[in-house]
């Protein structure tokens, strides 16, 4: 019941396109969705998050849109860019109670 | 404000040593968590503390133990290394570390054991 499911495991883009990488969870007392965005070397840190009563959230090109009865939630990234090339994270929770999805790593090709 | 430190950056060990990592959270954050990423098992809760005291921990063995300071510093010793334990160990911390609460990750500690 704790789990977050995270797909695709890797995801290849054009610059330019967009990018989208899916979650679903399993715990329906989460009440604090973010996303962990991870560089080569150095730690997570957030780069979005939602709360459950909101259908979507967006911040410049990163939107996240979140489907409460089918506990789903999503992270579009809109015209990808070489330097969002990163690994992805998608949780349920927050503090020391986050459950992490297994991540996403995405390159955009110049 | 500064950001999560950690401390050695990289580290090789041998089996059958013993290491100890330390993290210094963001002033004013009480509770520091502690995280082994794996390229094949992700990000893995190994525990976490607030206010001098293990509020939560996850599941791996007692060879993983931990500890915080009165100043909220944390150090993180594996005993008796193995091969397995090979990962980047990160230290993230948060205010209180709520439900709700973001986390806030140094840059890891990356172990070699040999």
């Known amino acids: 019941q704790q789990q977050v499911k995270q797909s695709p495991q890797s995801l290849i883009v054009q610059k330019g396109g967009i990018s989208i990488i899916n979650c679903a969870y399993e715990n329906t007392a989460f009440d604090y969705f973010p996303w962990y965005q991870q560089f080569p070397g150095k730690g997570p840190a957030l780069l979005i998050a939602i709360r459950p009563d909101v259908s979507e959230k967006k911040e410049g090109r990163f939107t996240i849109s979140f489907n409460k009865s089918a506990k789903q939630f999503s992270l579009h990234i809109m015209d990808s860019q070489p330097g969002d090339s990163a690994t992805y994270f998608c949780a349920g929770g927050g503090g020391f109670k986050t459950i992490f999805g297994a991540g996403t790593r995405l390159f955009v090709k110049a | 404000k500064a950001g999560v430190t950690q401390t050695p950056r990289y580290l090789i060990k041998t089996r059958g040593q013993q290491v100890t990592l330390s993290c210094s959270p963001i002033?004013?954050?009480?509770?520091v968590s502690w995280y082994q990423q794996t390229p094949g098992q992700g990000l893995q809760f190994l525990f976490e503390y607030f206010s001098e005291t293990q509020r939560n921990k996850g599941n791996f063995p007692g060879r993983f133990s931990g500890r915080q300071f009165s100043n909220s510093r944390s150090e993180m010793n594996v005993s008796t290394l193995e091969l397995g334990d090979s990962a980047l160990y990160l230290c993230?911390?948060?205010?209180?570390?709520?439900?709700?609460?973001?986390?806030?990750f140094g840059s890891g500690t990356q172990l070699s054991v040999l």
């Open positions: 993230a911390s948060s205010a209180q570390g709520g439900a709700n609460e973001k986390l806030f």
């Open positions: 002033s004013g954050h009480r509770s």
